[in-house]
């Protein structure tokens, strides 16, 4: 079965830097989404992104955070300066239609 | 907006026994209605969905779901237990134009010898 895949699987980052987390969605897909999960809590919707624009983005995703679909086969999550309650799992995600969605195995962020 | 409640943060069953995890969920359209299951230091794997089509899901890993529209209910079950299925899961709901999943709270399942 075709897989969504993240990389890196684990991102260690000081407090203040600027990070990319990159996610390869499956080929055919033209629904791609993030979601992160902070230790101990629930997976939150952070972003959607269809037709190469943001097509809803939650609270959390503020002016520090961006999305790229830079070549048609990536799918990007930059946080610009990062801070401590960051640390997280970050899931990307991509759906053919909506309904179903297949999750990547997750990058984990520590910010120190 | 849509929602889901997990009730129970925590199941721990008999290997061989009933595993029962509850689900409601709040929408006020049609739901599309998802289980899915994270292993330790896993993403996300998709058990069972349902879409509006048969009330009672089948998943994999003998795990089955029941929608029931007047409990506001999507129930996951699987009648016998093995050391395997100690894991994380979460339940979902996504409208039916709905470009993301609310995932509730996870119910941590672990399974006695």
């Known amino acids: 079965e075709p897989e969504v895949t993240q990389t890196p699987s684990h991102q260690v980052t000081q407090m203040g830097q600027e990070v990319i987390l990159r996610c390869v969605p499956i080929s055919n897909h033209l629904y791609f989404y993030w979601y992160r999960q902070i230790l101990g809590q629930k997976v939150e919707f952070l972003v959607s992104?269809?037709?190469?624009?943001?097509?809803?983005k939650s609270e959390i995703f503020d002016d520090q955070f961006s999305v790229e679909r830079p070549d048609g086969s990536n799918f990007t999550l930059k946080i610009r300066s990062t801070k401590l309650e960051d640390s997280a799992m970050y899931f990307c995600?991509?759906?053919?239609?909506?309904?179903?969605?297949?999750f990547g195995p997750g990058t984990r962020l520590t910010v120190l | 907006a849509q929602s889901v409640t997990q009730l129970g943060s925590h199941v721990s069953v008999s290997e061989g026994a009933l595993v029962l995890l509850r689900c409601n969920y709040s929408?006020?359209?049609?739901?599309?209605l998802f289980w899915y299951v994270q292993y330790p230091n896993q993403g996300l794997q998709l058990l069972l969905k349902?879409?509006?089509?048969?009330?009672l899901v089948k998943g994999i890993n003998g795990f089955e779901a029941e929608f029931k529209k007047s409990e506001t209910s999507f129930h996951l079950t699987k009648p016998s237990a093995h050391m395997s299925d100690a894991a994380e899961y979460f339940c979902a709901v996504s409208g039916p134009n709905d470009y993301k999943l609310s995932f509730g709270a996870g119910t941590t399942v672990t399974v006695r010898a």
């Open positions: 992104f269809y037709n190469n624009e943001i097509s809803e």
């Open positions: 929408s006020s359209v049609p739901p599309y």
């Open positions: 995600a991509s759906s053919a239609w909506t309904g179903r969605e297949f």
């Open positions: 349902y879409t509006s089509a048969a009330t």
